[in-house]
């Protein structure tokens, strides 16, 4: 498994950069309007329309705690050899966005108000936190 580390975390790496660029979500309203949000772009939007606290709390748990998992990762394959005891907790919240955007598309299509597809950034996205949660497996277990 430590041999395969680098590549799940560069392909992790590459895969969140889309994950979060990408469209997640086509909503698809009326026939006549769609829209194709990533995932900075509903950051961006909420900033914009002034829920500021919401866009914090989105890019938190979206943007920021995904490259801290990662970052902790990396510096424990590459630095210390060591895998922090805190970083076990980053792990429960791995998948949480996904879920998130997954209940959002679940909502989308069961309230006929949109018709909502999963787009590539969703699946980009999902294939990051797994990648990075495959990259940690073990680690805590390892001699340096």
Not at 67 to 79: C, D, H, L, P, R
Not at 122 to 135: K, P, Q, R
């Amino acid at each position: 498994m430590p041999a395969l580390r680098p590549l799940l975390l560069l392909l992790a790496s590459i895969s969140f950069g889309l994950g979060i660029s990408l469209p997640l979500i086509r909503l698809e309203k009326l026939y006549f309007f769609t829209e194709t949000p990533s995932l900075i772009g509903v950051v961006s939007g909420l900033w914009t329309q002034g829920d500021m606290a919401l866009a914090g709390l989105v890019a938190a748990f979206s943007l920021i705690f995904p490259v801290v998992k990662m970052a902790t990762v990396y510096e424990a394959a590459f630095g210390s050899g060591r895998f922090p005891a805190w970083a076990g907790v980053l792990s429960k919240w791995s998948m949480m966005d996904v879920l998130l955007v997954a209940i959002l598309i679940f909502a989308a299509k069961t309230s006929g108000l949109a018709s909502a597809v999963s787009q590539p950034g969703i699946w980009f996205y999902a294939a990051s936190t797994l990648l990075t949660a495959i990259a940690a497996g073990g680690m805590g277990n390892e001699k340096s």
